[in-house]
């Protein structure tokens, strides 16, 4: 896979997921902390079927999202496939009101 260019990365990312630097990123709001456990259990189960790897951050109230082709040194059409298989996991596709980094209120 090519590391796609910032415009056209940018413009390709699915409602709710940021491009941060190399990666891409959303934050995904789950309510509680087992809930939260039970969803990165699904992702996990995406990502290796997908036999990609997003770096997962599990809060009390939502789960962050990191994803990166480490080969290629930035963001590929690889990493723009499994958002789409996340946002459909988290019962939200997609979810408006994530953002990233999460900031308490």
Avoid: C, Q
């Avoid at 990666?23 to 456990?37: C, H, M, S």
């Avoid at 995406?46 to 290629?72: I, Q, Y």
């Amino acid at each position: 896979m090519t590391k796609l260019p910032y415009p056209e990365g940018a413009r390709a990312l699915p409602p709710g997921w940021t491009l941060l630097l190399s990666r891409i990123a959303t934050r995904i709001p789950t309510g509680d902390f087992a809930t939260g456990l039970a969803l990165i259990d699904r992702i996990g189960a995406a990502a290796k079927a997908a036999n990609h790897h997003p770096d997962l951050d599990l809060r009390p109230s939502a789960v962050g999202v990191l994803l990166s082709s480490h080969d290629e040194g930035g963001v590929t059409e690889r990493d723009l496939a499994l958002p789409r298989a996340l946002d459909e996991l988290a019962g939200a596709a997609p979810v408006r009101s994530r953002t990233w980094p999460h900031r308490p209120a």
